[in-house]
């Protein structure tokens, strides 16, 4: 059945709104007429765009960026680590590191974490292509070891070149640019141990730790110039990045959910914070700088909120329950995805329908339920008053939308389903516009 009768309803969308949406759609149903009063108020998601702080970390373009050390080189053992983002998904030898043409090489081939030295030693598994990802290489002059987050990937004995000068961070001579982020790096003339690799991977260093040879936190947020945070004196020249490459960096030195208490105590709105298990948000909203959900934990946000001021890497799962909010920011990194589930009612009796728009960036009709409606302005009112006993007051002006059609974001869509829905991608965020348009009838009364 098409729309009868609508009731009042408010369409809240689930980012931080800068003036709340608000429709009124008030019906009076008889014989052969429809009144409908529409109130509109303009709706604006904030483009706010907070500072990221000390933790930055360098965004490459994949085109030209590329930063050189022509004073570092590697020893006969060695270990180097860092943090990637999201490599891009590339056919070919993609380059994180290189020491002199090759001696060694590492970086992403066809993505699978590499070492190349005269031959290619590799993972035996594809690295996940989204949020931040951890790679270490050591070598003890024999044997080749790889880890991914903190995981050993690879090991076997192999002849790896070393103890050349010269290194080139996301550019070698003859293999593809690297395109994404880079944060963390850390070149030790010691082979480290799993445990080791393991036990600093969320947490920045000082420098002057036994072994360390450079250290690169990416933190200056400006300049050409990365710096070795050791004695050593090993600074980088940074060459063709734009200004807006120093973006938000690794989720390191933060604030740990273990289950039952915080690490640091009671997370702020400037706290980075992990969640390494469930959290249920039974002690109410949470506002945090930015969050990083493990793989195995659920972070459940039910009859309250959660807002995040900078980036979430989701690798776990982030559900958004009915009645609850998720409030981000137009320059949030938002890796991976979030659930979002909504309350809907329908009636036969009343032709009462819930009225819903989408809080995710990518979703189709098919989340709405088995029979969705939109409605079209410009399709002739028919006015019962002009066509007595045809006319039928702008009900044609509803029109079944097709299962699989995409939802567009800040357009309120007529659902025929009584149930929780359930909305599932990158929440949007930043301006959404709209056109709206009023066709003039003699049915409509806007006096109120």
């Known amino acids: 059945m098409r729309p009868q009768q609508i009731t009042r309803w408010i369409w809240r969308p689930i980012n931080a709104i800068k003036k709340k949406i608000l429709y009124t759609l008030e019906s009076i149903e008889n014989s052969k007429r429809l009144l409908v009063k529409v109130v509109f108020m303009t709706m604006c998601l904030w483009s706010f765009s907070p500072g990221y702080g000390q933790n930055y970390s360098l965004e490459f373009d994949g085109i030209d960026d590329k930063i050189s050390v022509s004073t570092l080189g590697t020893s006969s053992s060695f270990t180097a680590e860092m943090w990637v983002y999201k490599p891009e998904d590339k056919s070919g030898f993609v380059t994180l590191l290189d020491f002199n043409d090759d001696k060694p090489w590492i970086g992403v081939n066809s993505n699978i974490f590499a070492v190349w030295s005269s031959f290619t030693y590799s993972s035996s598994s594809t690295h996940k292509t989204s949020g931040w990802t951890h ?8 044997t080749l070891t790889l880890y ?17 000068t010269g290194m080139t961070i996301g550019f070698s001579t003859g293999d593809l640019y690297f395109k994404g982020r880079i944060d963390e790096l850390r070149i030790w003339d010691d082979v480290r141990t799993e445990s080791e690799i ?6 920045t260093l000082t420098g002057s730790e036994s072994n360390l040879v450079a250290y690169y936190d990416f933190n200056e947020g400006t300049g050409t110039t990365l710096t070795d945070a050791t004695s050593n004196n090993h600074d980088g020249t940074i060459t063709n990045f734009a200004s807006s490459a120093w973006v938000h960096g690794a989720p390191v030195d933060l604030n740990i959910w273990n289950g039952s208490t915080w690490s640091d105590g009671t997370p702020s709105s400037s706290s980075d914070v992990r969640f390494d298990e469930d959290y249920d948000f039974s002690l109410g909203g949470l506002s945090v700088n930015s969050a990083f959900i493990v793989d195995t934990a659920v972070v459940s946000v039910e009859d309250t909120y959660l807002e995040i001021k900078e980036a979430i890497q989701n690798d776990g799962t982030l559900l958004i329950e009915s009645g609850a909010s998720l409030m981000t920011y137009e320059d949030n990194d938002f890796m991976g995805e979030a659930l979002i589930d909504r309350s809907t009612t329908f009636s036969t009796e009343t032709g009462q329908y819930s009225i819903v728009g989408s809080p995710v960036q990518t979703e189709t009709s098919d989340a709405l339920g088995s029979l969705v409606y939109s409605y079209d302005e410009t399709t002739e009112y028919n006015s019962s008053t002009d066509n007595p006993g045809s006319g039928n007051d702008g009900l044609d002006r509803f029109d079944v939308v097709s299962s699989g059609t995409d ?8 659902s025929a389903f009584t149930g929780d829905i359930r909305f599932e991608g990158v929440p949007n965020a930043g301006d959404i516009s709209q056109d709206l348009s ?9 006096t109120d």
Do not use: C, K, M, R
């Open 407 to 414: 939802i567009l974001p800040g357009v309120g869509y007529f």
């Open 135 to 142: 790679f270490a290489a050591t070598y003890d002059g024999t």
């Open 148 to 164: 991914e987050d903190g995981i050993e990937v690879y090991q076997d004995n192999v002849s790896v070149t070393t103890g050349n």
């Open 438 to 446: 009023f066709t003039d009838h003699d049915a409509t009364d806007l």
């Open 198 to 203: 393991q036990d600093n991977l969320f947490v």
